[in-house]
């Protein structure tokens, strides 16, 4: 984009695809990008972001621009975001917001929104799937894995892929 953006309010907001990986960029003159969106059945639907940036607002409205949803999520230790979310979402249009949290922040971020039941390409590490916590790499359950990962700055194991709770140390 140039100037100031040409997707910064609902009213011009970029349509997309659920399942499909989408890139975008905030930056000094560029605070906040829009997303329309169309659900057509009535279920679970996950939003799955990485960002090299600070810290920034996740949010999503509806059909009127009125804010359902708001996720705040900064950096972990390595200066990365990831977000994976899921929501329960009616039948209709929506309006998918990536906004930073303050005026000095800016950097890359991509990310999907696709049905719950669907691991997004973009998820990496450990997810909630299908209410389960299981440990995946660009979208795949890594069901040979056994051994540690990290989750929000602790260490947690995974026994064939899945979250083992009996280890406690």
Do not use: C
């Amino acid at each position: 984009e140039t100037g100031n953006g040409t997707d910064n309010t609902v009213s011009v907001a970029n349509s997309i695809s659920l399942d499909t990986g989408y890139k975008g960029q905030i930056a000094y003159n560029d605070e906040k990008d829009f997303y329309k969106f169309t659900v057509a059945d009535v279920g679970k639907y996950t939003v799955a972001s990485t960002a090299s940036i600070k810290s920034l607002y996740y949010r999503i409205y509806d059909s009127t621009g009125k804010r359902m949803w708001n996720q705040y999520e900064s950096a972990d230790s390595s200066g990365n975001i990831t977000l994976n979310e899921t929501l329960e979402l009616e039948r209709g249009t929506y309006y998918f917001g990536v906004e930073r949290s303050s005026n000095s922040q800016t950097g890359n971020y991509s990310f999907t929104i696709s049905p719950a039941s669907v691991i997004p390409s973009t998820a990496n590490g450990l997810i909630i799937y299908e209410g389960e916590w299981v440990f995946v790499a660009n979208g795949i359950i890594q069901s040979q894995h056994t051994g540690l990962a990290l989750y929000d700055g602790e260490w947690f194991y995974i026994t064939n892929g899945k979250l083992d709770t009996t280890i406690n140390r």
